[in-house]
Nanobody, 123 residues
Framework: QVHLGQSGGGLVQTGDSLKLACVFS????????LGWFRQAPGKERDFVAA????????EYADSVRGRFTISRDETSSTVHLQMKNLQPESTAFYYC????????????????WGRGAQVAVFS
């Protein structure tokens, strides 16, 4: 059974940077695609970014492309989300996700989820 342990998050000012981490355990890390989603209060959980098993391919939501970077570290079985130039509309709970098939922007595709990390951006 896959377990995803999240860390990071916090309260930051507009324009600041923040890095989220998600430690994967329970199965072979290299067999899984990984992703990040976010959910603002009262809204649905939306796709943010995803990365392939090899790390050679990534996908981003239009709203974060150029500011957010997803990466994976095979030595520590960790997926990161580096967020730069944060804006108030980025305020949400951020969730990491894993799946052993393929990634997509749909939450239904993903089998395993972290518990979430809160990110709040104030102006």
């Amino acid at each position: 059974q896959v377990h995803l342990g999240q860390s990071g998050g916090g309260l930051v000012q507009t324009g600041d940077s923040l890095k989220l981490a998600c430690v994967f355990s329970g199965r072979a890390f290299g067999n899984y695609v990984l992703g990040w989603f976010r959910q603002a209060p009262g809204k649905e959980r939306d796709f943010v970014a995803a990365i392939s098993r090899s790390g050679g391919a990534t996908e981003y939501a239009d709203s974060v492309r150029g500011r957010f970077t997803i990466s994976r570290d095979e030595t520590s079985s960790t997926v990161h989300l580096q967020m730069k130039n944060l804006q108030p509309e980025s305020t949400a709970f951020y969730y990491c996700a894993a799946d052993d098939t393929y990634y997509s922007a749909s939450t239904r595709t993903w089998d395993s989820w972290g518990r979430g990390a809160q990110v709040a951006v104030f102006s």
